[in-house]
C-alpha cells in the first residue's frame, strides 16, 4: 500500500 | 511519454473510430455488446474523475474527454438511434454485469493504495476494465456474427493492451522508482482474456469459412 500510484496513464 | 504508450492510446483512439465509423456506415451494432460499451463507460467515468481534481497535461486532458464523450456515444447509438438500435441483439446480449461490477468494487475496497474517494474508485475502474470484455466475448461465441470492422475493433483493443504492456516494460527499465503493481496485474489479466478473445475469433471465423463452402 506505500507504493506510489501513477495516474499519468490513461 | 514514450513510444508504446503513445502508440497504445492511438490504437485505442482508432478501436473507438472503428466502431463508430462501423455504426453510422452500418447504420448497424449487431453483433455489439451493449453491456461491455456499459462497462467502459464506467471505467472511464470512475477512472476520469481526476480530471476534476489533478492536471497532468493538455493530451491527458484531451484524451479523457475524448474517451468519455466516445462511450457515450456508442451507447446512444446502440439505445437510442431509430435505426442502429432495432439492430441490437438484445435477446443474445444478456451477461449479467452485476457479476462484474459488484467484486470489481468490493476488491477495490479491500486492494488499493489508499483508502480514498477517488483512489478507490481508480482501482475499481481498472479491475473492471480488465473484464469489461467478457460480455463481448459471450456475444460472439452466441451469435458467431462478426464482420470485418468488428474483427479490426477487436485487433485494435488487444494492440492497445499489448502495447500498454510494452510501455510498461520500458518505463520499468528507464524510470527510476516507477512500479504500479494493481495496474500490471490487472493489464496482464485483461490482454489475456484478448488472447482468448481471438481464440473464439478464428474458431467462428473458421466457421463461417466452411459454411459459406458452396456445396
Known amino acids: 500500500a506505500s507504493e506510489p500510484t ?5 | 511519454m514514450n513510444i508504446f504508450r503513445f502508440a497504445g492510446d492511438m490504437t485505442h483512439l482508432c478501436s473507438i473510430i472503428v466502431l463508430l465509423l462501423k455504426i453510422q456506415a452500418t447504420k448497424s451494432c449487431a453483433g455489439l455488446s451493449l453491456r461491455t460499451q456499459e462497462l467502459y463507460a464506467i471505467v472511464f467515468v470512475s477512472r476520469y474523475l ?3 481534481f489533478t492536471f497532468i497535461s493538455m493530451y491527458n486532458v484531451i484524451m479523457k474527454l475524448i474517451f468519455i464523450s466516445s462511450s457515450f456515444c456508442i451507447i446512444w ?3 437510442c438511434h431509430r435505426i442502429v438500435a432495432q439492430t441490437y441483439d438484445r435477446e443474445q446480449d444478456t451477461f449479467r454485469v452485476a457479476f462484474l461490477v459488484v467484486p470489481c468494487f468490493m476488491l477495490s475496497l479491500m ?3 489508499e483508502f480514498s474517494f ?3 474508485l481508480w482501482t475499481f475502474s481498472i479491475y473492471l476494465e480488465a473484464v469489461a470484455i467478457l460480455p463481448q466475448l459471450v456475444l460472439l461465441q452466441r451469435t458467431f456474427n462478426i464482420d470485418t470492422l468488428t474483427s479490426n475493433y477487436i485487433f485494435l483493443l488487444g494492440a492497445y493492451r499489448a502495447l500498454y504492456m510494452l510501455n510498461w ?3 520499468y527499465f528507464t524510470e ?3 512500479s504500479q503493481w494493481i495496474v500490471w496485474t490487472s493489464g496482464t489479466l485483461q490482454t489475456a482474456t484478448y488472447c482468448d478473445f481471438f481464440y473464439y475469433y478464428i ?3 473458421r466457421k463461417n469459412e466452411r459454411l459459406s463452402l458452396p456445396s
Open chain 1, 6 to 10: 501513477v495516474k499519468d496513464e490513461l
Open chain 2, 118 to 120: 477517488t483512489e478507490v
Open chain 2, 111 to 113: 486492494i488499493n493504495h
Open chain 2, 176 to 178: 527510476r522508482d516507477y
Open chain 2, 169 to 171: 516494460i520500458y518505463r
Open chain 2, 77 to 79: 447509438y446502440m439505445r
Open chain 2, 203 to 205: 474458431l467462428s471465423w
Open chain 2, 50 to 52: 481526476d480530471l476534476f
